[in-house]
């Protein structure tokens, strides 16, 4: 069995490649070429977390993949100076069952977070989109930067999280890395984030929407990850009301997002309020974007056919520039 550290996953997932394979993965899972059950979720109240496990098999003519990801979000780790989020990802020989690899699991969790959002800033977003706002001072925001860059020229920057020291450290450590511009500037209140931005993305766990729908700007397009709860909810109501509305999975989104399971109990809307999900749109079966003043969103909560095609990617890439360490099991 082969193990992969944070740093090598890093290595073999470059966001150029991830927001490729996440398109074909997405693909994947619209044409039925990947089964995706619902993940399984084991509340730990006792001690404020959470574990998912997350299943897939991905078949398609370029990937075959049998994957099973552990996650644990538990919200007091931050007290003991430990990550919000722990996983693995255990990877099957797809004809046999046998375990081929252990892959550190936050590490690809947060790349192909990213990269789900870097895929739909490419199909959804402006093709003149320059400035970008980011909610949540993270590792998640962190990659979703890094993909949006990556398929948008962004000039400007403006992060926005309630802890100052920790948007001090993102900018520290983002302005001027590969594609992100130097200038990312801290926002005073959600307003200063929103107001000028063409690509916006949340990546909290708020219970709570974190900007104000009239401080949006007409195009805008959101990238929505957080919220993967019916509890949680990042964007305003009224915006996923009027917005062009993008999914990773509509079975998922309707059993777990609360940015759209909210609004849909208030009666705002109901499921058809969905127009597409993003596979569709890179099938080419749906449109996206239909105007410039279109406001689009994506919301995503994360499907393990993401994690099947990053773990093969990781894998294919380890194996090419010799990474990890074999152990007999």
């Known amino acids: 069995m082969l193990i992969l550290t944070k740093e090598e996953i890093r290595k073999a997932l ?26 399984i979720h084991l509340s730990i109240p006792a001690h404020q977390g959470m574990s998912l496990f997350m299943p897939a098999y991905l078949s398609r003519a370029s990937i075959e993949a049998l994957v099973v990801k552990t996650a644990s979000v538990f919200a007091n780790n931050t007290e003991r100076d430990l990550p919000l989020i722990h996983a693995v990802v255990l990877v099957l020989e797809a004809d ?33 989109s320059k400035v970008a706002a980011i909610f949540g001072a993270g590792v998640q925001s962190r990659t979703q930067l890094e993909a949006v860059c ?21 900018i520290n450590e983002m302005a001027g890395q590969g594609s992100v511009p130097k ?89 058809n309020h969905i127009q597409a999900e993003i596979g569709e749109i890179a099938l080419g079966e749906k449109a996206g974007r239909t105007n410039e003043h279109q406001i689009t969103f994506f919301k995503s909560v994360g499907i393990a056919v993401q994690d099947a095609a990053a773990s093969h990617l990781a894998l294919d890439n380890a194996r090419k520039m010799g990474l990890g360490q074999e152990v007999q099991l």
């Open 14 to 39: 470059p966001m150029n490649e991830m927001i490729a394979v996440t398109k074909d993965a997405f693909s994947a899972l619209s044409a039925g070429d990947a089964v995706v059950p619902q993940r």
């Open 96 to 128: 046999t069952g046998r375990p081929l690899a252990l892959l550190e699991g936050s590490s690809l969790t947060a790349i192909r977070t990213g990269a789900a959002s870097g895929a739909a800033t490419d199909l959804l977003a402006r093709k003149n």
């Open 150 to 170: 990556t398929v948008r020229h962004i000039e400007k920057v403006f992060v926005f999280d309630p802890q100052p020291e920790a948007v001090r450290n993102f």
């Open 183 to 271: 200038d990312i500037q801290p926002a005073a209140d959600p307003r200063e984030a929103v107001s000028q931005a063409d690509v916006i993305c949340c990546a909290t766990t708020s219970k709570t929407s974190v900007f104000q729908d009239h401080d949006l700007q007409p195009g805008v397009h959101l990238n929505g990850v957080g919220a993967y709860t019916p509890d949680m909810q990042e964007i305003p109501p009224e915006t996923v009301q009027r917005a062009f509305v993008v999914v990773d999975s509509r079975a998922s989104v309707l059993h777990e997002a609360g940015d759209i399971i909210q609004p849909i109990q208030a009666g705002l809307f109901d499921e």
